[in-house]
Structures are given as structure tokens and as C-alpha cells.
């Protein structure tokens, strides 16, 4: 009998061919859309699960409220690692990791040998009893207890030493100071947003502050005792940091809490101040999801429209089966193996697409996913699910109405079926309102992300290059390299600083004169010369800048931008002569108030920032203004400078705009990404509505050439077959823009600065959808209207 089902279907889709090739070509797109979309969201959703305990390691971050102002930042204090093991029973492990580096980087060297790495961390002890990563060489638990213990990957082994092997013991350079490598690691197994080349033991560079709540410089992972313990964990830290500095922190108008962000959940987490990079969005994320089932709806409205509108073509042949004795439940059969058919094929073809555009995505998406049909667990069964959920979706309908039709009725050559119009035009409506919804929803995410990558973020970006000066032998040549600079025409200005511009620390704390000793604001906090704020070009709003102060070398001014100010709650003008500190070691006095700055990319509010003097040999990175008309030369200029005072280093020069930029790259690639398969769902709703027009032009053809005969002209006959799918789009738009408004209100208060919503968003959305409607049916209109009224009369 299935075989039969399956003959039947063969020779309806080789009968109708050019509608067969329609819905195959629509499904198997919708379902190579989803393939794709669906292993880039598993990717994505993928980071930190290869922890065998993944589901119990929290990171705890830090809530910092004061006058009316609320900062959630990734960071937290050491204080909070040691009252945890001491007073909180869920506590089974903790780990305090440092990012010394910041986008900066460390020169490492082994004999002839130099490499310049960005991705390491400071850890303590107990992070191989988190994080449970298998050793190659060492002792876990002894790994990092000493300092200058260093514990390499091993690809990162492999590239110092050529072997993973007698390892151990071996000693580095790091920066000018010598590092003993105590252990080797299994590469990452996995996504990672803690991703690292090597770790250095945080003792190297002294052990954290246990006893106080402030600087907050960590990142604090927590592994409790269960997955069910957070609630707890979170309740009684708060309560301890409370009853310690909590009436102290009130009485000041200050406030400070604690939150648990799940280790799987970190990548998704783009609001937080001074949090790692490569963040992406989980909100999105799921907008592709949406859009893979919204392409994979409009592939099924596609084929039920087709099925039902070619009902009076198949309506005889219900009737006959039905006269020598077939079944409804036959006949519903039947229509299911066509379906079921169309959607196998369209299976396959879509797996084929799908690995045919594969390269172009991964080059598009900055990823490395492919098809692995056998090696992948849950490729196969998903397909098979696929091709279910789509035959029921798809061949319900079509299956329900065509089996319904009567055979004394369908025999009669004036049989026409009743109720398919209305459902056709009900889901060409849905189909449309979808349309509008994703075409609305592009625009305005691609809008939202030209609007945080192009809005001004304070500072002459463009004009700035900058060096990483890594080694205390390097930063020593500070002053050399920045006079020996200044003498290179086309650069203007020169300064160095501690940090990159895009990634300061945050989680010093803030010391006041007049102010108790527990009153603190969390500041990030940057080193800079006398040159700091006339390179970068910062406005200055009250004050001096530090070029005026001769004793910067051994005297610690500030410059504070404005949120900090007000954090202070001072004025800019009061602030003036303050003395004030971002640490109780590094006390100087306020001399001038510069306009806000963008340190972090949009998606983050501007936080309270402190520029300091006092610490030259701090300083690692080192900064140009140059002019860009010259930059070849300049260039050369710079590397000559470079070599005659620092020859064991590199000359790396680089651009300030593109590691800016580089805080969008995630938010961008996913854009375009958006916006390919919200043009292929509209495009496959297009190709559906293009047959369905063909047909009902087709069927329409006496109609038109009477018209025609009678004087009916080509304009009014396009317009006569194209009004209909004008009043469906424009109720379609009715639908869609509400839903469209509701959804990326939403989306957009993910960001701390946004776009607004302007009507011109659903005006624009609402013509293209109009647009595309006329032009997809008007080719069937001009071909109908066109067309010979002999030829559609010639058999009367």
C-alpha cells in the first residue's frame, strides 16, 4: 500500500511539474536555512559546555549603586573569595583570576626565541579544582602555589618548545621576568570565552587583598555543591558583604551586591563593565532563530497554498478513487506520502545547499562549523524530525481539504471547491506579516548596530595609533621612544598609558578628603603623561590638563571625566584642588574634569574614569597622534626610532579605530547574517506567491480574454489581478508593524544607547513589502493581460 502511496505521488509531481519544483525548491531552501542557522546557534550556545561540571561553576559579579546610578561590572574583590570558603557551606571551590593583560601585550621569550601573546591570565591555586582541565605534565594541585609559575596549553607548548614532552622545569622570560613552566594542559576541547595560551600564578604578582572589599579587580568563580545551591550562595553573600560595610556603604547613599551569571551563560553577556570580549548577544541569537522558523513557515505556507489552489486539477481524480472504493483515510494517506516525498527530497537538496554554502558562511560568520551526517549525533535524527514536523505541518491541510471533496460533485464539470480561497489568503496574509515583521526587524537591527559602531565615542579615534611596550626594559625606553617620536615629521602628539583606551579596569576604589574611609565609587582607573589628554583630543570641561604640572614623574594629579564627578557628587568646578585617589596608595589632587568618553563599546553605559600621573614606569603602551596623510613615511619614520632604542623588541604599530571597531566585529558579522536569510525568507515567499499567481492567472484566463473582448485594457486588467494581493499586503502590514514595534522595543533595551523606533522604520518596511508583492505577481498580470483573447476563447 505504501508503495502504491508512493507511485501515486511520483506521477502528481511529474504531472505538475513546474508547482513541484516550486515547493521543493522553497522547502529545501527553508530547511538549508535552517541547517545552517541551527548548527551556528548550537556553536554559539556551545561555550564552556565541555566542563564536566559546567552546570555547577558561577562567575560572581559585582553591583555598585550610588546616586541613582547602578553599575553591574564582571569583576569583584579577593575579600569575597575567602569569607565564601569560610562562611558559606555551598561553597565547594573557588578561584580568583586576574587579566593583567587587557588587550595588552606580553613579550615571552626562550632562547633565541620571541613570541608576543595576548591571551593569558593570572590564577590562583584552587583554579584547575574549578575548572578541571586534563594535565599533560605537573601537578594540578601544586600547579600555580608558587610565583613565576607558569602553565602552558599545549599548542602553546608545542609552539615554544616543539613538544608537549620535558616540558616541565623549563624557564621563560615573560615580560623581562623569568617564569618556570610547572605544568602542560589539554588544548580547549571546546568554545571558551576564558580562552588563555598560558596562566601565571597570581602570587607573581602579589597576593590579592582578602581582608578588603575594594580594589574589586578579579574575576570570581565559584563551584558550588550542587546545582541547585546559587540561590543560597547568592543570598548569603550578599547578607555577609551587608552586615560587614553594608550600614557604613547606606549611610554614604551607596550600595553594593552581589550576582551569579552561570559559566555557560557568560558568552551571552554584553552589559557588564570590564568583562572579557567577543560577546555576542543572546537576544540576537535567538532573532536567527526566530528567522529559521519563520523561513521554515513560509516554505510550508508555500506548499499548502500551491496543494489547495491546484485542488480543481486534482478534484476528479479524488472523485474517481472515491468511486471505485478508496477511502477518506486512503485518500489523507495518499496526500501525506506526496508531502512526505516533496519533503524528503527537499531534505536531501537542502542538506547539499546547506554544505555548498557552508565556506561562505564560516567566512561570513568568522566560524568553522560543517556537516558531519554520521558523525554528529544529533544531525540525523533532527532531519528526520524535520521531515515529520514538516509533512504534518505542511500536508495537514492540503491532505484534509482534497479528501473532502464529494464525487457526485467533483464528477460534474461545474464542481468548484469552496473554503480554499479564504484559508489561501489567510496564509498569504501570515506569509506577508512575516515579511513585514523580519523586514521591519532588519532594519532596525542593522540600523541599531551602524548607530553603536559609527556614533562618536569622544576622542579622535582615526588620527591615534599606538605600540605595546610589554617588558620593564621596553618601558624604561619610555622616554626615548616618545622623544625620539616627537622628532618624526607627521606625528603630533605623544603619550603612554598603563591600559588600551578600549579596555580599562574597573573596580578601584574611590578615597575622598572629607569622606568616611568606607565611602567608595568604583572607578576605572588609567595611567598617562603630560601629553594624555591633548593626544587623545579629550575636551576638557574644568581644570587644566597635566601639561602645565612639572612634577608629574613623582606627583599623582587626576583628571575625572564627568560621570565620575558626578558620581562624587560634586560639580565640575568643585572638584577642582580635591584630593582624591582611586587606592589609598595613589592619593593626588583633582586638577581638571574632561567630557565623557566611550572606554567600552555601546552596548555599556560610561562609567566613572580616573586619569592618573605619578607612575612612569607603569606605563605599556605608548600612543600617537599622526597625521594620516603621511602614514607611509611616518611609519618608517617611527620603526627606525624603534629600533635605535628597542631593537630586542618588534615594531608593531597598530590602529586605535580598529580595536575599537574589533568590540563590534561579533554584533556586525551577526547583522549580516540577519540580514542574508531575512532576503532569502522573503525570497522564498516571493517564489511561492509567484506560482500561486501563475495559477490563478492561469485559471482566469477565460475571465481575462472576455474581458478583452469587450474592451477591457492592459492596465486594468494588471490592475484587476494584482488588487487582491494589495489589500493582503496592506493588512498584512497591519498585523506585522505591531508586532515588529513590541519585539525590537524590546531588543533595543538590551543597549545602553539605542536608536529610536521612527515611523520611517514600518513606512519603509511597508512599501518594500508592497513592492515586492506587485512585482512578483505583476509578471503573471502583464503576461495574462497580454495575452491573445482568441487563444482563451478558441475551445468555446
Known amino acids: 500500500m505504501f508503495r502504491n502511496y508512493i507511485n501515486v505521488a511520483l506521477r502528481s509531481l511529474k504531472r505538475q511539474k513546474s508547482y513541484s519544483l516550486i515547493n521543493i ?62 562562611s558559606i557551606p555551598e561553597t565547594e571551590e573557588m578561584t580568583l583570576v586576574y587579566d593583567w593583560s587587557l588587550g595588552r601585550e606580553m613579550l615571552v621569550e626562550f632562547e633565541d626565541q620571541s613570541f608576543l601573546e595576548t591571551e593569558a591570565y593570572y590564577a590562583d591555586t584552587s583554579f584547575f579544582k574549578v575548572f578541571e582541565h586534563q594535565f599533560l605534565e605537573g601537578n594540578r594541585e601544586v600547579a600555580l602555589s608558587e610565583p613565576n609559575a607558569m602553565v602552558l596549553t599545549a599548542k602553546t607548548a608545542k609552539k615554544y618548545f616543539g613538544s608537549t614532552s620535558n616540558v ?17 594542559i589539554n588544548d580547549f576541547p571546546g568554545k571558551t570565552s576564558l580562552s588563555f595560551d598560558f596562566l601565571l600564578s597570581i602570587n607573581t604578582i602579589g597576593n590579592p587583598p582578602s581582608e578588603r572589599w575594594f580594589p574589586m579587580n578579579y574575576y ?61 548577544s543572546k537576544n540576537l541569537v535567538y532573532s536567527l532563530v526566530a528567522i529559521a522558523g519563520f523561513i521554515l513557515l513560509i516554505a510550508c505556507i508555500n506548499y499548502i497554498n500551491l496543494s489547495t489552489a491546484k485542488s480543481e486539477k486534482r478534484a476528479k481524480e479524488v472523485g474517481v478513487r472515491k468511486v471505485l472504493g478508496a477511502y477518506r483515510k486512503q485518500l489523507i494517506w495518499q496526500f501525506y506520502g506526496e508531502t512526505f516525498l516533496v519533503t524528503t527530497v527537499a531534505v536531501i537538496i537542502g542538506v547539499v545547499m546547506a554544505e555548498l554554502l557552508m565556506p ?33 505541518i505542511a500536508g495537514s491541510y492540503p491532505a484534509s481539504f482534497l479528501s473532502s471533496f464529494q464525487p457526485a460533485k467533483v464528477l460534474k464539470s461545474t464542481f468548484s471547491p469552496k473554503g480554499g480561497n479564504a484559508f489561501r489568503r489567510v496564509l498569504v496574509t501570515v506569509q506577508f506579516a512575516v515579511s513585514v515583521f523580519l523586514i521591519t526587524g532588519t532594519l532596525v537591527i542593522y540600523n541599531q548596530l551602524n548607530f553603536i559602531q559609527k556614533r562618536e565615542v569622544g576622542y579622535d579615534q582615526e588620527q591615534i595609533v599606538y605600540m605595546q611596550m610589554g617588558s620593564r626594559e621596553v618601558r624604561r625606553a619610555y622616554n626615548s621612544l616618545k622623544n625620539g617620536f616627537m622628532n618624526v615629521t607627521g606625528v603630533e602628539e605623544v603619550t603612554g598609558s ?62 575625572v571625566n564627568r560621570t565620575g564627578i558626578e558620581a562624587l557628587e560634586m560639580t565640575p568646578e568643585e572638584a577642582i584642588g580635591v584630593r582624591f585617589g582611586i587606592d589609598e596608595s595613589m592619593v593626588g589632587t583633582i586638577v581638571g574634569v574632561i567630557e565623557d568618553f566611550h572606554l567600552a563599546s555601546m552596548h555599556k553605559e560610561i562609567e566613572p574614569l ?48 580598529d580595536t575599537v571597531r574589533a568590540q563590534y566585529e561579533k554584533d556586525q558579522q551577526l547583522g549580516q547574517i540577519i540580514l542574508s536569510f531575512t532576503v532569502l525568507a522573503i525570497a522564498i515567499g516571493c517564489l511561492g506567491l509567484f506560482g500561486l499567481a501563475s495559477y490563478l492567472a492561469e485559471k482566469r484566463t477565460k475571465e481575462i480574454g472576455i474581458r478583452k ?27 506585522g508593524w505591531p508586532l515588529a514595534y513590541f519585539i525590537m522595543d524590546k531588543w533595543l533595551a538590551g543597549f545602553a544607547y539605542r536608536i529610536g523606533l521612527g515611523w520611517y522604520y514600518f513606512a519603509v518596511s511597508g512599501i518594500i513589502a508592497i513592492a515586492v508583492a506587485l512585482i512578483t505577481v505583476s509578471y503573471q498580470s502583464l503576461r495574462a493581460a497580454f495575452s491573445n483573447p482568441i487563444k482563451a476563447l478558441r475551445y468555446e
Open 25 to 86: 525548491f522553497g522547502l529545501s531552501s527553508g530547511i538549508m536555512a535552517c541547517i545552517v542557522i541551527l548548527l551556528y546557534v548550537r556553536d554559539e550556545f556551545s561555550y564552556e559546555r565541555f566542563y564536566p561540571n559546567a552546570d555547577q561553576i558561577y562567575r560572581v559579579t559585582s553591583v555598585y549603586e550610588t546616586s541613582g546610578r547602578v553599575e553591574h561590572i564582571a569583576v569583584s574583590p579577593a575579600r569575597l573569595t575567602t569569607i565564601s570558603q569560610q
Open 168 to 184: 616541565v622545569g623549563k624557564v621563560l622570560s615573560v615580560n623581562g621576568s623569568e617564569a618556570k613552566v610547572t605544568g602542560v
Open 220 to 280: 570570581t568563580y565559584v563551584k558550588l555543591r550542587d546545582e541547585q545551591a546559587a540561590e543560597r550562595y547568592l543570598e548569603k553573600a550578599n547578607q555577609l558583604i551587608y552586615d560587614e560595610v553594608g550600614e557604613a556603604f547606606a549611610a554614604q547613599g551607596l550600595a553594593m551586591s552581589f550576582e551569579m551569571e552561570p559559566l555557560t551563560e557568560m558568552h551571552f553577556t554584553t552589559t557588564k563593565g570590564s568583562d572579557y570580549p567577543e560577546k555576542i
Open 360 to 392: 561562505f558562511f564560516n567566512n561570513l560568520a568568522n566560524t568553522n562549523l560543517s556537516i558531519d551526517l554520521f558523525g554528529d549525533s544529533y544531525l540525523l535524527p533532527g532531519l528526520a524530525c524535520v521531515i515529520i514536523f514538516v509533512s504534518i
Open 498 to 559: 598603563n591600559n588600551m583606551i578600549s579596555n580599562v579596569l574597573s573596580g578601584w576604589g574611590s578615597v575622598l578628603e572629607d569622606r568616611p574611609d568606607d565611602f567608595h565609587i568604583s572607578f576605572r582607573g588609567m595611567n598617562g603623561d603630560e601629553d594624555f589628554l591633548e593626544t587623545f583630543g579629550f575636551e576638557l570641561i574644568a581644570g587644566e590638563s597635566f601639561k602645565n604640572k612639572s612634577d608629574i614623574d613623582s606627583t599623582t594629579y587626576y583628571l
Open 610 to 657: 580616573a586619569v592618573f600621573t605619578g607612575r612612569q614606569n607603569y606605563k605599556s603602551i605608548i600612543y600617537a597622534r599622526v597625521n594620516m596623510e603621511r602614514l607611509p613615511q611616518v611609519k618608517a619614520d617611527m620603526e627606525k626610532v624603534w629600533e635605535q632604542f628597542v631593537p630586542s623588541r618588534p615594531f608593531d604599530l597598530k590602529f586605535v579605530d
Open 709 to 735: 473582448v469587450l474592451g477591457a485594457d492592459v492596465q486594468r486588467i494588471v490592475f484587476l489581478l494584482s488588487k487582491e494581493y494589495l489589500r493582503i499586503v496592506l493588512v498584512a502590514n497591519l498585523i
